[in-house]
């Protein structure tokens, strides 16, 4: 299957993979033939992209390692949890109970089924974002930590403060969170309290959790004290937030988020996390992290500094940069009738690099 952006949908592809909605319901299944009607639904829903069928790459499957049922019913239960408390003040424990349930869900998957690659679908739905990047940033650093060999017990402490590190939003105004375009001074100020009002919510609610409290109140530190609202640096930062400061500003960069427009892609935001490495983000950390997210996901179309155009094939994660492309058209020779492999990461290749992202920008 290829992957695209829904700027380049058609009337007429068919689909390779189901599309959800961002709280996991099924919009359309496998093999639905795209027309007027249904590419209307999708961009008015603000889907980000398709999997499409392609007969060249056919044995490419981009799976995300986390299924969108799971990412979706994570997402429900935060805006459940996050309208209970702006309307009561406070946390409640039916709506923590869903949030620790649809984590154990995510680890039980990557312990049980950790095959797939992570989504990296940026989110474009301003009203929907305060709900689903938490999600994407709680899968991804379970991901990486998972990987690491983080014991079960820090795995679900990590779920859940990344699930929640935003919770203090609840006490701020909607129309701050949701505003397009520059946040004024003003504005600026009154988003960085989330972190401690994140805190005292759930100090006040269980007041024994100190670490998920902790990782909440300092996932906008940075490594080099820059940070808020405490300016810790270095160690002195919890491990849960360093890793999820790392996770929460890779999934911002890729999303339309409060105050910013631009939208990056997978491979410039890795490059922007690498360039801050030992400066806002532990490196230690960093490296972990970018050889588990890949910089140009299975199914996208690519075109090399040789002029070549081809799919990624496989993202070839730990080789940052350095996928495996599925060549599908050469200079001189046109559209290839047999297609084949080129892995980057080989010796023989280095001279080969990506060098423009098709059919998504």
């Known amino acids: 299957m290829r992957r695209i952006s829904m700027k380049y949908a058609r009337p007429g592809m068919i689909l390779g993979y189901p599309v959800f909605d961002p709280y996991g319901e099924k919009l359309l299944d496998t093999g639905v033939r795209l027309d007027e009607h249904n590419l209307k639904t999708l961009a008015r829903m603000k889907i980000s992209e398709l999997f499409i069928q392609d007969n060249r ?3 490419i499957v981009a799976l995300p390692i986390i299924p969108p049922e799971i990412e979706g019913r994570a997402s ?12 009561r003040g406070r946390l409640t424990i039916e709506g923590i109970r869903n949030i620790s349930s649809v984590v154990n869900a995510m680890i039980e998957h990557l312990s049980f089924s950790p095959m797939g690659e992570p989504s990296v679908a940026g989110i474009l739905s301003r009203k929907d974002f305060i709900y689903v990047q938490p999600v994407k940033t709680a899968i991804l650093s379970l991901i990486v930590a998972h990987k690491l060999k983080w014991d079960k017990s820090q795995l679900a ?5 990344a699930m929640l590190k935003d919770i203090g939003y609840a006490e701020l105004p909607e129309e ?5 375009g520059e946040l004024t001074k003003d504005d600026l100020a009154r988003i960085r309290e989330h972190p401690t009002r994140g805190h005292k919510l759930l100090q006040q609610f269980n007041g024994k959790n100190t670490t998920v409290a902790t990782a909440i109140m300092q996932h906008h530190e940075r490594w080099n004290g820059s940070g808020y609202p405490l300016g810790l640096r270095g160690t002195r930062i919890s491990p849960l937030a360093q890793l999820l400061a790392i996770a929460d500003s890779y999934t911002e960069l890729i999303s339309v988020s409060p105050g910013k427009n631009k939208i990056y892609m997978p491979h410039e935001a890795i490059e922007f996390i690498m360039a801050f490495s030992g400066e806002y983000f532990n490196p230690q950390l960093v490296d972990a992290f970018v050889r588990q997210i890949p910089c140009y996901p299975a199914g996208l179309t690519v ?4 002029k070549e155009v081809g799919i990624i094939s496989d993202s070839r994660c730990g080789f940052i940069g350095r996928p495996v492309v599925r060549i599908c058209y050469r200079p001189g020779e046109g559209i290839l009738e047999k297609p084949y492999d080129v892995d980057l990461s080989k010796p ?9 992202i098709l059919d998504y920008f």
């Open 57 to 59: 790459v056919s044995d």
């Open 76 to 87: 429900a239960a935060l805006r459940q949890l996050m309208i209970e408390t702006r309307i």
């Open 157 to 161: 402490s990590l779920g859940i403060a």
């Open 176 to 180: 701050i969170l949701h505003k397009p």
């Open 303 to 306: 075109e090399l500094n040789t």
């Open 348 to 356: 023989e290749f280095q001279s080969k690099f990506v060098v423009k």
